[in-house]
C-alpha cells in the first residue's frame, strides 16, 4: 500500500511535469507561430519593397531608353551630316577643275574673301552645332563607375540578405518542428505511466531529469536581433543582376558613341584650325600684294607722293573682320586719312585702290560709273592715261559725259531723243580720229 502511494504520488509528479511541459511546449509553439507570423508578415513586407524597387527600376529603365532615343537621334543626325559631307566633297573633287577655271576667270578678291568669310563662318556654326550636341551627350545622367560599383555592392547585399533570411526562416521550422516532437515525447510519457497506474504490478521508471528549463531570455534577445537584422536588410532587390548587367552594356554602348562624337569635334576643330590658318596666310599675302600694287597707282595717279593700306586689327579678332584704313599723302601735304582729302582726291585715292586689287586679281572687263566726275582736267588726264595702258589685256565700260574720256575710247555708245517719247541708241567707233558708224537701235 505504501508502494502504491508512491507510485501515485510519483505519477501525479509526473502528469504535473507532463502538463507543466505542454504547457510549455504550447507556449512554445505559440511564440514560434507568432514568430513565423511576424517574419511572414516581414517576407511579404520585403515582396512589396521589391515590387516597389522594380517600379523604380522601369521609370529607370524608361528613362535610360529615352536616353539611348536621344542618343540615337544624335547619332542619326551625325550620319545624315557625315553622308551630306560625303557627297559635298565628291561634288567638289567632281567639280574642281572647273571651279578653279571660274574663279580663275570670274572672281575677284573683294568676293573671294567674303566667299572664304562664309565657308569660315558655316564651318564655325556646324562646330558649335556638335560642340553643343556633345555637351548635352556628356550632361546626359549616364551610370560612371561610382554608380556601378555601388550596384554591386547593392547586389551584393541583396544576395546576402536573401540567404540570410533563408536560413533564419529554416531555423524557426526547425524550432517548431523540435517543438512539436518534444510535446509529444511529453504525452507519450503521460500515457505509459496512465498505462502502468491501470496494470497496478508495473512500475512506473524515472527516465531521468525533467526537460531542461528553456532560456526564454536569450530567446527573446536573439529573435530581437534578428528583427534588427531583419529590418536592417530592406528590400531584396531580385533584379538587381539584370540591371546591372543592362546598365553596364549601355554605358559601353554610350561610352563609344561619346567617344567617336569627340573623335568628330576633334577632327572639325583640327580642320577648321586649318582653314583659318589658310585663310589667315592667303589674305595677308594678297593683302600685302594689293598694298604694294596701290602704292604704284596712287604714285601714277598723282605724280608723286604716296599711299599706305593699314589693318584696323581687333584684339582677338578675325582679321577678315578687321578694317581697313587708307592713308595718303599727295605731293606737297603731310599724311592723312582718306576722310580728311578733297573730293577729287579721294576719287583718285579711290580709284588707285580699285586698280590695285585688279592687278592682284584681274577680270574679263570692268564696269566704271561716272568715275571721273569729281576730276578736275588735270586729274582726268592722269586718269585717262593709266585707263588707256591697263585697257590693253582688259575692256572697260565707262558711263561718262566727260569729253576727254570720251575721246579714249575706242567705241562709243549715245543715247538721243530724236522725237518725244521715242529715244535711240547710237554707236559709233572711233579710229585715226575718225567716226565710223556701227549702228543705231530705236527703243
Known sequence: ELQVRQQLDRVTTLSAQAEQL???????ERAIAERDVALTDQLAECQ???????MALSDFVKRRQETELRAALARQRSDDFARQLERAQQVHRSHGDELAQRRAAEEDLAVQPALINEERRRWLDLSDALTAELAALESAELPDDDALAALETQLREDEQ??????????????????????????QGEVDRCAAGLREGDQPVEDEG????????????????????????????NLLAPDEYTQVRDRCESLGAQLADLEQAAAQLTELRQRLEEEIDSRFRTVFQSVAVNFQEFFGELFEGGRATLRLESQPEGNPLDDGVEILAQTPGKRLQPLTLLSGGERALTALAFLFALQAVNPSPFYVLDEVDAALDDANVVRFNRVLKRLAADQQFLIVTHNHSTMAQAEVLYGVTLAEHGISRIVSVRLQHDALIPVGERTA
Open 22 to 28: 505542454q504547457d510549455d511546449a504550447l507556449a512554445r
Open 161 to 186: 540578405r536573401n540567404v540570410t533570411l533563408q536560413v533564419e526562416l529554416a531555423h524557426a521550422d526547425d524550432a517548431c518542428a523540435a517543438a512539436a516532437a518534444e510535446r509529444d515525447a511529453s
Open 209 to 236: 531529469d525533467p526537460a531542461e528549463e528553456v532560456d526564454w531570455q536569450k530567446t527573446e534577445r536573439e529573435v530581437s536581433r534578428l528583427q534588427r537584422r531583419l529590418d536592417g536588410m530592406g528590400a531584396v
Open 48 to 54: 512589396q519593397q521589391i515590387h516597389a524597387a522594380g
